[in-house]
């Protein structure tokens, strides 16, 4: 189970490391107020389009198992999300479904 892991490891210098959703969750909704020209920060309404309308975009280089992608979906963002390891991406891809 392990073995893919590793083997990623010894091809690349680059660890993975997931970031927890709730980090993801509260950074898009900061950016979505900060966007969000003349809106209450006290409301709880989530934020996902700009002042005129037009709605945000999230993408994820390297995303993993997915994890920020589907944070920023469920938030309203346009997300996608692009993963080269396939040990990574084959976990993730029933995710969105």
Same mark, same amino acid.
């Given at each position: ?21 709730? &980090?993801?969750?509260?950074? *898009?909704? /900061? !950016?979505?107020?900060?966007?969000? =020209? $003349? ?11 700009? &002042?005129?309308?037009?709605? *945000?975009? /999230? !993408?994820?280089?390297?995303?993993? =198992? $997915? ?16 993963? *080269? ?13």
């Amino acid at each position: 189970l392990t073995a893919p892991f590793v083997s990623m490891q010894l091809r690349s210098s680059l660890p993975y490391m997931a970031t927890p959703r709730g &980090k993801v969750e509260r950074a *898009l909704t /900061f !950016v979505s107020r900060r966007l969000a =020209d $003349g809106s209450d920060k006290t409301s709880s309404k989530r934020q996902s389009t700009w &002042k005129n309308g037009k709605q *945000l975009n /999230f !993408v994820d280089l390297g995303s993993g =198992d $997915g994890t920020a992608v589907l944070a920023a979906a469920s938030l309203g963002w346009n997300a996608a999300g692009l993963e *080269l390891n396939p040990t990574l991406w084959l976990p993730s891809s029933p995710r969105r479904l």
